[in-house]
């Protein structure tokens, strides 16, 4: 079976540029959650997406978005991109089934690695 | 709010000797509770999770923990490391909500070295 989808898995961006990064998740899945991984830190909460709806944000500015699409698929974009926002952006899936959300661990994908110069 | 506090940025050992990587969280509430692996330019690998099960929890690949609620404690052991053990390892609670919400809330990490 496949597992979670990224693409690309690099991306160079100039400062003030815009970038939109897809996910794929597992098949049957139908939460999305984004996380951005800073060089040497811990993975941070951006959205999670579930049945098209955001569930939760994270303390994100505005400048980061995201939308889930009927196949279940995702896009994460940011706008007016800062040298900040270089990281590894990582999206997880997992079946996400209502209450029960939190027996449903996420499954990650190898992420796409940005840098903004 | 839930947060997790990894004790040791590196930790380095000889292969065939045992692995600890210690953790501590503060929750709320009854925590879920996992450890994820990330190898080098590799995204997140699931080790194990606890659920308020069992209090020692098995995973994948010789690694177990032990959730202790008297030391909010979830240390990760090994009896014994390989040299493809190296790497990155997070202790993670999650903030679960109805709804579908599921929050991982990550430590900063632990560096596991594996010397021969």
């Known amino acids: 079976d496949a597992g979670v989808t990224q693409s690309p898995t690099h991306l160079i961006k100039t400062r003030g540029q815009q970038v939109t990064l897809r996910c794929s998740p597992i098949?049957?899945?139908?939460?999305v959650s984004w996380y951005q991984q800073v060089l040497g830190q811990g993975p941070q909460f951006i959205f999670q997406y579930y049945e098209k709806e955001e569930r939760g944000r994270g303390n994100f500015p505005d400048r980061f978005s995201a939308r889930q699409f009927p196949n279940y698929s995702s896009e994460l974009n940011v706008n007016a991109l800062l040298l900040g926002d270089s990281a590894l952006y990582l999206c997880?899936?997992?079946?996400?089934?209502?209450?029960?959300?939190?027996?449903?661990?996420?499954?990650f994908g190898n992420g796409t690695r940005l840098t903004v110069t | 709010a839930q947060s997790v506090t990894q004790l040791d940025s590196h930790v380095s050992v000889s292969e065939g000797t045992p692995v600890l990587l210690r953790c501590n969280y503060s929750s709320s509430y009854s925590p879920s509770l996992f450890w994820y692996v990330q190898h080098p330019n590799k995204g997140l690998q699931l080790l194990l999770k606890?659920?308020?099960?069992?209090?020692l929890v098995k995973g994948i690949n010789g690694f177990e923990a032990e959730f202790k609620k008297s030391e909010t404690s979830f240390h990760l052991t090994k009896p014994s490391a390989h040299m493809s053990d190296a790497a990155e390892y997070f202790c993670v609670v999650s903030d679960s909500r109805t709804g579908g919400y599921n929050k991982l809330i990550f430590g900063a990490g632990t560096r596991l070295a594996v010397h021969p």
């Open positions: 606890y659920t308020s099960a069992a209090t």
């Open positions: 098949s049957g899945h139908k939460s």
């Open positions: 997880a899936s997992s079946l996400g089934t209502g209450s029960y959300s939190y027996n449903s661990p996420l499954h």
